[in-house]
């Protein structure tokens, strides 16, 4: 088993390898003139105004939280799919168990606006 | 004639003869890995040069436009052009971005679009590593990207970069948990979570057992990869370019190489999930065959999704997070609890399929009217006649 | 071999954390943060345990480290790389640190922990699956609830401020 993720570890560094690789001769062939214009940050051809820090909405983070938590609650699923068919139904009561508390969460999310966009 | 009949794995055999005749086991393994390891590499940038020039033919057609047709018969050596013109662009890179990290980014995200190949089925014995938890290694290399798009986000300095990742990060967030829980459905149809253990579970392919697990990955896949209409985040005329539109020359092409090897990558995993994989008519006895047609499903999911693109209004942001919260992500757990149901019912196998097939179809038919009906509402709120004023 | 692989993944581990304390920029130390989970990740692969890797990956790497970037950027002040560093305890802080880190290396040494002879089987994730809903199920429930009874806290707070 450790020599499959040998070969990931390889591969990995091989596919890491070809984008650097490939930046070092675009670096090599292509041309190098900086000038302020062309150097300064991108706003529709005007001047920036005002700090590139932006106003971070809370949103983003909600959205990120309730990820993480169907994030694990999906890794928890995958041991008992694989071990599914050896188990009795003992093995279906809990994980819909599981899942309800989780639909329960979803709902609360859903009620309170928590998943709106604005 | 025996000899072609498994082609691919009787050409890796005489190989590895051939060379262990000068090389110790571990240097056998380890040059083994290395060639393996390039030709799978070179799938993203091998998917970029075909697949562009399919997508702008199809999309030309589709709008009822011929599409490039100048560079070579049919147009087919435009991306070769396109490749050598990012190559030799000049790399702007803006005063106060972040140096390393803006040119972490991009070989971040080129290398994720590889990895994925690692644990591809191309046929029978034809894998890189046939990982005990391959799907989930797809689902972790998928979520690498993430954090290279918040980093070539940030690293611009750029305002439009910034809300640009962040938007694209949400939607990669809201659209990963019904792909992972479709997963999960397929797995616990199939009992492994080994690609080619899947594909080996498929003795009818399981599109027709659990196709709201199959919309679902498809769906959610699409919007993983930003293709319309799902791409609100990357169309020109919206937020010119998004998170990248800092990137110039050879780094933005390997951002847009990301995007068509995720974009095969992903047809190739709808392929092996749900379409059967390499499986097919005599793909047992010849097992030569199996990489062809793992290839022509693979491209026949590329061409859905363009077709879809060619086709389809592009979402709005909210419409496009509410749809992934509020109708994959329950559609896909009561798929989930209803195959888990009917595979505890004492019935042969392909009366339990029927079932599930059954739920299935209801499930769909549910989303779909509360969708319609969603729908309406918010027409009439939205709506200018002065009835609804 | 295997050791000459653990060594590395140890020292760029190790690597990795401290530059997430010492990195001036926040988002940096985010950035490094994501490499020792990496390195984590390779540890759990020479332990053999595949599926704790890849989870390792999937939920800190995708999901945890996008939380704590976004929440980064959510406190003002944080984000700018010329703030001061220290306050002015940082003498009695390192005291305890100390203090903390020398207790510790005593109880690590000088547990007699309890190493599995065995190989790992070959289907310890069926094992792992039945453990869930076998004799680990009140911690499998209770976990579900943990989670819900944080995504309900973070909505009210983040409502609370938006209000």
Redesign the interface.
């Known amino acids: 088993?450790?020599?499959?993720?040998?070969?990931?570890g390889?591969?990995?560094i091989?596919?890491?390898a070809?984008?650097?690789i490939?930046?070092v001769?675009?670096?090599l062939?292509?041309?190098?003139?900086?000038n302020p214009a062309?150097?300064?940050?991108?706003?529709?051809g005007m001047e920036?105004f005002g700090d590139?820090?932006?106003q971070?909405k809370?949103?983003?983070?909600?959205?990120?939280?309730?990820?993480?938590?169907?994030?694990?609650?999906?890794?928890?699923?995958?041991?008992?799919?694989?071990?599914?068919?050896?188990?009795g139904?003992?093995?279906?009561v809990?994980?819909?168990?599981?899942?309800f508390?989780?639909?329960?969460?979803?709902l609360?999310?859903?009620q309170?606006k928590?998943?709106?966009?604005? | 004639m025996d000899y072609i009949r498994d082609f691919f794995v009787n050409i890796a055999r005489s190989w590895t003869a051939w060379i262990s005749t000068f090389l110790p086991d571990w240097g056998v393994s380890l040059v083994n890995y290395i060639v393996v390891g390039i030709i799978l590499v070179l799938m993203p940038v091998l998917a970029t040069l075909t697949l562009t020039w399919m997508e702008r033919k199809v999309i030309g057609r589709i709008q009822n436009r011929i599409g490039p047709n100048r560079v070579g018969p049919w147009g087919i050596f435009q991306a070769i052009a396109d490749a050598v013109k990012m190559l030799i662009k000049e790399d702007i890179i803006p005063d106060r971005a972040d140096r390393p990290v803006f040119n972490l980014a991009p070989i971040l995200i080129a290398g994720a679009a590889g990895l994925l190949w690692a644990v591809m089925p191309f046929g029978r014995r034809m894998i890189g590593a046939d990982l005990n938890v391959g799907v989930l290694y797809i689902v972790a290399v998928g979520s690498i990207t993430t954090v290279a798009v918040i980093m070539a986000g940030w690293a611009s300095n750029n305002k439009f970069a910034l809300i640009g990742a962040f938007r694209v990060v949400a939607q990669l967030l809201s659209y990963e948990v019904p792909m992972i829980l479709s997963i999960a459905t397929v797995v616990l149809l199939a009992g492994t979570m080994r690609m080619m253990g899947i594909v080996e579970a498929q003795v009818i392919p399981f599109i027709f057992i659990l196709p709201v697990a199959f919309i679902g990955y498809f769906l959610a896949a699409a919007a993983e990869v930003g293709r319309a209409p799902f791409d609100l985040l990357e169309a020109d005329s919206e937020i010119v370019a998004g998170y990248f539109v800092e990137y110039s020359g050879l780094k933005f092409g390997w951002f847009y190489i990301a995007e068509y090897g995720n974009l095969f990558a992903v047809s190739a995993i709808t392929a092996t999930l749900f379409l059967g994989g390499w499986r097919g008519p005599f793909a047992n006895a010849v097992p030569a065959l199996g990489p062809l047609y793992f290839i022509i499903k693979t491209i026949l999911v590329v061409f859905l999704l363009m077709w879809i693109r060619g086709t389809w209004p592009r979402f709005r942001i909210d419409q496009m997070l509410a749809f992934a919260w509020k109708v994959l992500v329950p559609a896909s757990l009561a798929n989930l609890l209803w195959v888990a149901v009917v595979l505890k019912l004492p019935l042969p196998a392909p009366v339990q399929w029927i079932l599930m097939l059954g739920g299935n179809l209801l499930i769909l038919f549910v989303a779909a009217t509360l969708l319609g009906r969603a729908a309406k509402r918010d027409a009439a709120k939205h709506s200018l006649t002065p009835a609804a004023v | 071999m295997q050791q000459v692989m653990f060594i590395v993944l140890s020292l760029v581990t190790l690597a990795a954390a401290l530059m997430v304390v010492i990195a001036r920029s926040m988002f940096r130390a985010a950035l490094w943060l994501v490499l020792t989970f990496f390195g984590i990740a390779g540890l759990f692969i020479l332990l053999h345990a595949e599926f704790i890797a890849v989870a390792q990956v999937l939920i800190y790497v995708g999901a945890i480290s996008t939380l704590i970037i976004f929440a980064i950027m959510l406190s003002r002040g944080v984000m700018d790389p010329d703030a001061r560093r220290f306050n002015d305890q940082w003498g009695v802080v390192a005291g305890f640190g100390a203090v903390l880190f020398v207790l510790l290396a005593a109880v690590v040494t000088r547990t007699r922990w309890p190493v599995a002879l065995a190989d790992v089987p070959a289907d310890a994730i069926q094992r792992l699956g039945g453990d869930f809903v076998g004799s680990y199920v009140i911690p499998f429930e209770v976990a579900s609830v943990l989670l819900v009874v944080a995504m309900i806290g973070a909505i009210i707070i983040a409502r609370e401020q938006e209000s």
């Open positions: 088993m450790l020599s499959q993720y040998a070969f990931i390889i591969f990995a091989i596919a890491f070809l984008p650097v490939g930046l001769l675009a670096w062939i292509r041309p190098k003139k900086p062309k150097n300064s940050t991108y706003e529709c920036t590139t820090w932006v971070f809370a949103q983003y983070y909600l959205y990120a939280l309730i990820f993480v938590v169907f994030d694990v609650e999906a890794i928890f699923v995958f041991p008992w799919a694989v071990a599914y068919n050896k188990l139904l003992y093995a279906l809990e994980m819909v168990l599981f899942v508390i989780l639909l329960g969460g979803l609360y999310a859903w309170k928590a998943l709106e966009w604005r």
